[in-house]
């Protein structure tokens, strides 16, 4: 049974679909619903920094509350409740991971835009490290 739904976002397409997804499968299970974004940078780390700017941080914070306010309207347009976090880490897909095992989630929904074998070698993906690790279930959009 899945009752608690965590969809990690980031602004990107794939997170736009992943949120539709996840607002489906809340509806579908009655299940409680958090989006949950990751802040790599906190503003004390920030301001630590040579090239701080708060003007720069407040954009991104202020881009950060778009893309969870938006998850939130398009979970409320299909009738579901649902709840918003930010995290902070560094390793986004371990800030995932410890905050879905930490409050119980019993499953992840992500978006990937899909990179090849070669691509994923190169770059990287947050969804491949997930899927690395102990956790509950993914649901990879």
Do not use: N
């Given at each position: ?97 410890s905050y879905a095992q930490s409050h119980a989630y019993d499953h992840i ?33």
């Open positions: 049974m899945i009752d608690k739904i965590l969809c990690a976002i980031d602004g990107s397409k794939a997170a736009i679909k992943a949120v539709d997804f996840a607002v489906g499968m809340a509806a579908k299970f009655q299940a409680e619903l958090q989006f949950v974004t990751v802040s790599t940078v906190s503003q004390e780390s920030a301001s630590k920094s040579a090239y701080w700017d708060s003007r720069l941080f407040e954009a991104g914070e202020r881009q950060i509350a778009r893309e969870l306010s938006e998850a939130l309207s398009a979970a409320k347009a299909q009738g579901v409740q649902a709840t918003c976090a930010t995290i902070s880490g560094r390793d986004i897909a371990a800030a995932i991971v929904v992500m978006g990937s835009t899909g990179h090849t074998a070669f691509g994923r070698l190169l770059m990287g993906s947050v969804v491949d490290d997930v899927l690395k690790r102990a956790h509950p279930p993914v649901t990879v959009v």
